[in-house]
C-alpha cells in the first residue's frame, strides 16, 4: 500500500509522546512500513506484508530510487549543486551523487500543518533530490552541508510510484513486487 504521510506522524503505528502514529490513519493488521520518513518530513511512504519486499525496499543495495522535493532556506547556486551531484562527505558517510535540480514549488503540493517558519528577510527556494540510499536524515543533512537548510521536505516517489492524487493522511493499495516499482 502507499500512504501520503502527513508532518507530525511517525513511521510506526504508535503514537510517541507528542508524535501521532499511523495507526490513526491505517487501520489494516499485519503491514510494516518499507523505508521510514521521519515525523518532520511528509509524502510517500510504503507498506507491505511481505517481509522479504520490505527488506528489498529498504535496501540501497536495489538502487531503487527516491524523489524528494525539499524547501530550502535561501537560493542555492549551481555551484552548490553541483557539490551534492558529486557526493558529498556528512560527519559519518559520503553521501552517493545525487541528482538535483532547482524547481518552482510543486504544483497541487498541500499546505503544511504547521506552516514552516517565515522570515521576510530570507529567500527560500525549492530542490528536486533523487537518490537511492536513504540514510537517516539525508536529505536534511546533505541541504545543511552545502549551507542551505531544508525547511520543509517531501518525498514525492519512490521508484514509479508517486504520491500524486493521495492527500495528507490518505493510503491506497496496490500489487506488485519491487520490479513494479522501477522507474
Request: zero cysteines; charged letters at 30%; hydrophobic letters at 40%.
Amino acid at each position: 500500500m502507499i500512504f501520503n504521510k502527513p508532518y507530525g506522524v511517525l513511521s510506526q503505528f504508535t503514537p510517541e509522546g507528542r508524535w501521532r502514529g499511523l495507526g490513526e490513519f491505517i487501520s489494516l493488521k499485519d503491514v510494516y512500513v518499507a523505508g521510514r520518513l521521519d515525523a518532520d518530513s511528509e509524502g510517500l511512504l510504503l507498506l507491505t506484508d511481505d517481509g522479504r519486499l520490505q527488506a528489498r525496499i529498504a535496501d540501497p543495495k536495489h538502487k531503487l530510487v527516491k524523489t524528494y522535493w525539499a524547501q530550502v532556506e535561501g537560493e542555492p547556486a549551481e555551484a552548490d549543486l553541483d557539490r551534492l551531484r558529486a557526493g558529498i562527505r556528512l560527519s559519518d558517510f559520503t553521501a552517493q551523487p545525487a541528482q538535483v535540480r532547482r524547481i518552482d514549488e510543486p504544483p497541487g503540493l498541500w499546505l503544511r500543518d504547521p506552516p514552516i517558519r517565515y522570515r521576510a528577510a530570507i529567500p527560500t527556494s525549492w530542490l528536486e533530490i533523487r537518490i537511492a540510499e536513504g540514510k537517516n536524515r539525508q536529505v536534511r543533512r546533505m541541504g545543511a552541508a552545502i549551507g542551505y537548510p531544508v525547511l520543509r521536505l517531501v518525498r514525492a516517489a519512490i521508484g514509479r510510484l508517486s504520491v500524486d492524487g493521495l492527500a495528507p493522511g490518505e493510503w491506497r493499495l496496490m500489487e506488485g513486487n519491487i520490479n513494479d516499482l522501477r522507474a
